[in-house]
């Protein structure tokens, strides 16, 4: 077995210059079309979507991928093996709180297509943690979890795409700083329920409905479907632009959030909020841009009124596209506060279902009372090799609010003191790609603290860990 998957890696390796690809048939821009990220060349962060037909009829196929089986009937095989090493120094800015974890991520999937018109797809994955063991959440120390398990029925009307998958899944559709399938945890995020899609070639509209998989950290029978955390909307997108790549899209969405335990100002409770939005990123020339603006309304606790607001800007523009093909980059986020320790309106913007990795993975900032400008450089010394360095300068704007931590965890007794420096955020990263299946992240960060985390007894922090990642 190991000596098919190593040879199946070479194979894909190999395979990977040619024009052949993984992508999905999509009349949309597979960019844009909402299946979510890639991973690495030729592999997607949600496994679901390759599609590998293509190789496989250009020969090109490694072992275990489009495998026929009768009739037009054919199953794939997927895997994904992720080590972290993590080291925490002050973790949660608590001064002398100092661990190291060991985190393993373990993934194997299935991908059976009946025809071109019906598939079902199934995964299921453990986690395990070593170091802290006794305060790690379900989606990190986890004995078996069925992941994902969806039946995803299209066809065409023209040259119109026309879908629905009913089941446990994953989702991204929408900006990244309010969707993600939860990457930096052991185990990904999934939903249940059902997800419409409708694609044309300049345009697409899509529709969900889902409820969140409440995991438990035994066997796959202790995991459940949350039913009062729910997620659903609508989203669309257009090409603004005209002519061939590089392209710029406008993308309006629609959110709905309820999601029971929220914290605030100490309290807990019933969180319901609608986050109407747009986004408009792509690239032009050499510049590249992805610019998010949303508004949430709703009630906390069914007491509160919601009054919320966030606008996130991020742009690059490359200064040469030889030798260490060095980009400028920068990212400006401004997310509401206020509100949370009071009787009136919250004004707390609620970051939702964010990217892990978009302010780190270290979790040590929320999108909520919160301004923050970072520039930042990014290398690509060679095809295997991408840097990046950034530093963000953190301000809170509402000097009544706290400092929020990722999960809108508040930093203890920042509400009480004055100021409204937080401090300065410090990211490096480094990835090598050895091949397109196997790679390795170097990441640190560290928070030095500002006046306010320091007026209310807090240390600077840091967290850096090492990943290797292998998928199949």
């Known amino acids: ?212 998989t409440q995991l438990g950290r035994g066997g796959f029978d202790d995991e459940e479907v949350a039913n009062g955390e729910r997620l659903r909307g609508l989203n669309a997108s257009w090409i603004v632009t005209q002519g061939d790549k590089p392209k710029t899209y406008f993308d309006p969405f629609w959110l709905h959030t309820e999601k029971p335990g929220f914290r605030s100002g100490g309290l807990s409770g019933l969180d319901k909020r609608d986050t109407f939005g747009a986004r408009l990123w792509g690239q032009h020339d050499r510049i590249r841009i992805d610019w998010t603006v949303a508004h949430q309304s709703g009630r906390y606790r069914d007491t509160q009124p919601v009054d919320a607001w966030g606008l996130f800007a991020v742009q690059s523009v490359d200064l040469s596209s030889t030798g260490w093909k060095p980009r400028l980059t920068s990212h400006i986020d401004i997310a509401s506060g206020g509100g949370a320790y009071g009787t009136g309106t919250l004004r707390d913007f609620n970051q939702l279902y964010t990217s892990s990795g978009y302010l780190g993975e270290a979790q040590f900032l929320s999108l909520s009372n919160l301004l923050m400008i970072a520039p930042g450089l990014s290398l690509t010394p060679s095809q295997k090799w991408s840097v990046m360095f950034e530093y963000g300068y953190a301000r809170r704007l509402e000097e009544g609010d706290a400092v929020y931590a990722g999960g809108m965890r508040a930093y203890p007794g920042t509400q009480r003191v004055p100021g409204h420096e937080i401090g300065g955020l410090v990211r490096l990263a480094a990835t090598w790609s050895a091949t397109p299946n196997f790679s390795v992240t170097f990441n640190y960060e560290h928070l030095a603290a500002g006046d306010v985390l320091e007026r209310a007894g807090l240390a600077s922090g840091s967290q850096g860990f090492v990943s290797a990642v292998y998928r199949y």
Request: charge should be positive; charged fraction near 20%.
């Open 1 to 212: 077995m190991i000596a098919g998957l190593l040879q199946a890696t070479t194979a894909y390796a190999q395979s990977t210059p040619n024009k052949v690809s993984t992508a999905p048939s999509d009349p949309y821009p597979i960019a844009a079309a909402g299946w979510g990220g890639d991973a690495t060349k030729g592999l997607f962060a949600s496994r679901w979507v390759e599609d590998w037909a293509a190789m496989r009829e250009a020969h090109k196929a490694p072992r275990f991928k489009a495998m026929p089986l009768w009739g037009n009937a054919t199953l794939t095989l997927n895997a994904e093996l992720r080590l972290r090493y993590v080291d925490n120094d002050n973790a949660q800015l608590t001064p002398r709180n100092d661990f190291d974890q060991g985190l393993l991520r373990g993934i194997l999937g299935a991908d059976l297509r009946f025809n071109e018109h019906v598939r079902a797809y199934g995964e299921i994955g453990r986690g395990e943690v070593w170091g802290n063991r006794e305060v790690a959440a379900a989606s990190f120390k986890n004995v078996g979890s069925l992941q994902q398990l969806f039946v995803d029925v299209r066809g065409h009307a023209g040259g119109t795409l026309i879908g629905a998958m009913v089941g446990r899944q994953e989702f991204t559709d929408g900006p990244k700083q309010l969707l993600s399938i939860g990457d930096g945890s052991t185990l990904h995020r999934t939903w249940n329920g059902v997800r419409v899609y409708v694609h044309g070639d300049r345009w697409r509209l899509g529709g969900y409905d889902f409820r969140l």
